[in-house]
């Protein structure tokens, strides 16, 4: 009686032991909780087509040849253009998809010889029909789709060849570069020499049409004597990332704008705009030769590069006068580029309410774009994405606040709406109209919930970045897209492991995810991708070609810097306290690393030069250069407050002797400019012969 006792007061002791070190473990399983959860609107609304082609691949292999090419075939056709689709890759921490018709032309491709004989007796007939009228109608968009619907047909490279040609004629040089690049597949059969030069001419022609400057250099040898490239080639785009040459070693304030207060929140101007928020927040400012463009709460501000006074305010009303802006990570971008100049504004907005201190619903914005043309009446009004006269309710209803890519008339943004989930979209505009193009969903996703179920904060949706006839995209909402820029095809979708959104003893009180970094460009060098999500502690490196996970660097406490710059050299630059420089080509070598201490760093986002970075001192207001060697101390390079000119004790009307904090620095040509919530400043270098 007394052993059976025991056992039973040892039974009841584990017992209560597992469940204690289960609630323990409790917060970790959340913090760690497995891919799966971003793409399930996308996947599960794809489970019937990728259950198809299963029981397609499976009757085939079975021996029911015929009908199971009849299936494939008759799946590929129904979901051309939708782009369903399904897993190629699963992990804890990774989830990799790519187009199910893209897995079929693969499957078609790899058949043995004997099944392919059947699939071109059963098919040829209908593809030569298509053929014939694609080529009647000379739609090279016809003639690119029967070329990769049927891709065991013996007529598929003349096909694409011609297709190139059209869409070369057509002035969309980066869909007749992929047409031409996909006629070089040596699956397609042997390349005659001819061929192989012919189709890299052509392919360069592209290139530089396109403004792709490293592929057109590499093609260039195949160019006819009378052709040369183009001074400057340079993709706006990847200027940010790259490292540029330290204009002066000692330099002195050019010239400040004046205030920004007047176009921001004021009780006086209640009606006017809203509150901006952090003074440590980061603008996006834009860059022109001419100009710098900053967008305020209220006006998209243009001024002269070289003087710093204003040209133009463009009115960013109608918007929500009410609503106040309180998260410090505020989306105020502005984009130029030709002769159109974009800028975002909060189109409409929530009003926050709450019940015994827990909110029901906070302020939530919705953002709008305007574009204007700068070169018509002083800046005309094009289009506004928000405006009541939209007839695209879909487009209308979407909020848009990060800062999109403006390449040859068209207008590539991230937006967001809400349903059941927060859906993400990118969309293509047709800039002088801002009528679609196309539009392409991303990811279905939750971000943090009041008690109420209503979003508990703005969406914060991630960069952008094009590079050739592919866009990459960050929702930071747990996954990272590319997305084909001439027909909105998404080549792949990858999902990565997000932070948790709250602890469970702080239910409903606890609304954001712990954030280590702060909104980086992604990073593109050599096929591979360089990614900081915001929902994400880890460093993520990942194939630009099939988004397959690389390497991943974790960054939970925040050693690496909160600011990811871009390349230098053959490093990837990491800034915050520590300046951190990462071995490219093998970044999860920790040995490789060299890290450099980086004294009293502000808020402001550092500007990254040839030789270190350029950053403000948080405590004296002085931009330092800090150089990549180990061991050299920063070196002054100018000072953002004015120096008083008398005795009198009177300083500077345009800077009242405040120290300069927070904003961004940027290297632009011979200048650098520090934009930042209340003003922008110029520095240029100091001329030492007149001096003396």
């Avoid at 369903?84 to 499957?107: A, N, V």
């Avoid at 007796?121 to 014939?132: G, V």
């Amino acid at each position: 009686m007394n052993d059976s006792l025991t056992v039973s007061r040892a039974t009841r002791f584990r017992v209560a032991l597992g469940l204690s070190l289960l609630g323990l473990l409790m917060p970790v399983l959340e913090a760690n909780a497995d891919v799966g959860r971003a793409l399930i609107p996308l996947l599960v609304g794809a489970d019937a087509h990728s259950q198809q082609f299963r029981e397609a691949v499976q009757r085939i292999n079975d021996g029911d040849v015929v009908e199971g090419l009849r299936r494939l075939q008759g799946l590929n056709e129904e979901i051309w253009g939708l782009n369903p689709l399904m897993e190629s890759y699963r992990s804890d921490s990774w989830l990799q998809t790519i187009p199910i018709s893209d897995r079929i032309g693969d499957y078609l491709r790899a058949l043995s010889e004997d099944h392919q004989k059947i699939y071109i007796a059963e098919f040829q007939t209908r593809a030569l029909s298509i053929l014939d009228r694609a080529l009647k109608n000379r739609d090279p968009r016809m003639l690119f789709k029967v070329a990769r619907l049927y891709p065991v047909m013996d007529f598929c490279r003349e096909t694409l060849i011609r297709s190139g040609e059209l869409f070369f004629e057509n002035d969309e040089s980066a869909a007749a570069l992929k047409a031409w690049d996909l006629a070089g597949d040596p699956e397609l059969g042997e390349v005659s020499n001819e061929l192989r030069a012919s189709l890299n001419r052509w392919m360069a022609l592209a290139a530089i049409r396109s403004g792709q400057s490293s592929l057109a250099d590499s093609l260039a040898k195949y160019l006819d004597g009378d052709v040369s490239l183009p001074g400057s080639t340079a993709d706006q785009t990847r200027s940010e990332i790259e490292a540029v040459p330290l204009p002066f070693e000692e330099g002195r304030i050019a010239w400040k704008t004046s205030a920004y207060s007047r176009h921001v929140y004021s009780e006086s101007r209640s009606r006017m705009s809203y509150m901006m928020g952090s003074p440590n927040s980061i603008l996006s400012p834009a860059f022109s030769e001419d100009t710098l463009a900053v967008a305020t709460s209220a006006k998209l501000l243009r001024y002269d590069l070289k003087t710093g006074k204003l040209i133009s305010d463009y009115n960013l009303r109608p918007g929500d006068a009410t609503f106040e802006e309180s998260d410090p990570q505020i989306r105020l971008w502005a984009v130029e580029q030709d002769s159109y100049a974009l800028a975002s504004y909060v189109a409409r907005a929530s009003r926050r309410e709450n019940y015994l201190g827990y909110d029901i619903q906070v302020a939530l914005p919705w953002r709008g774009i305007k574009c204007w043309n700068t070169e018509i009446d002083n800046g005309r009004l094009l289009w506004d994405s928000a405006h009541r006269s939209v007839t695209d309710e879909q487009l209308r209803t979407t909020s848009f606040n990060t800062r999109p890519i403006l390449r040859d008339g068209r207008v590539y943004a991230l937006g967001w709406r809400k349903s059941g989930y927060i859906d993400v979209s990118l969309w293509c505009l047709d800039a002088e109209t801002g009528e679609p193009v196309w539009v392409q969903p991303i990811v279905g996703n939750q971000v943090d919930l009041t008690m109420f179920g209503e979003p508990s904060r703005e969406p914060i949706l991630g960069s952008l970045l094009l590079d050739g006839d592919v866009i990459y995209c960050c929702s930071n909402l747990g996954a990272i897209a590319a997305v084909r820029i001439w027909d909105g095809k998404v080549l792949w979708v990858s999902e990565y492991e997000q932070i948790a959104p709250r602890k469970r003893n702080r239910r409903y009180n606890n609304r954001y995810r712990s954030q280590v970094w702060k909104p980086n460009p992604m990073i593109l060098n050599e096929g591979r991708l360089f990614v900081t999500p915001l929902d994400s502690s880890d460093l993520y490196c990942l194939s630009a070609k099939d988004g397959g996970l690389l390497t991943k660097i974790s960054n939970d406490e925040g050693a690496l810097g909160p600011h990811m710059l871009g390349i230098a050299g053959n490093r990837l630059v990491l800034a915050g306290d520590l300046l951190t420089t990462i071995l490219v080509n093998d970044p999860g070598r920790e040995e490789l690393w060299r890290q450099n201490i980086v004294r009293n760093p502000s808020a402001s986002r550092p500007a990254l030069v040839n030789d270190g970075i350029l950053y403000l001192n948080d405590d004296d207001g002085v931009l330092y250069q800090q150089q990549f060697r180990q061991g050299r101390q920063a070196k002054p390079v100018a000072s953002t407050r004015r120096v008083r000119r008398d005795r009198s004790g009177w300083g500077d009307t345009l800077n009242g002797g405040e120290t300069e904090s927070g904003g961004r620095v940027d290297v632009c040509g011979d200048r650098i400019l520090i934009t930042q919530v209340e003003r922008s400043t110029c520095i240029q270098g100091v001329d030492k012969s007149k001096d003396e």
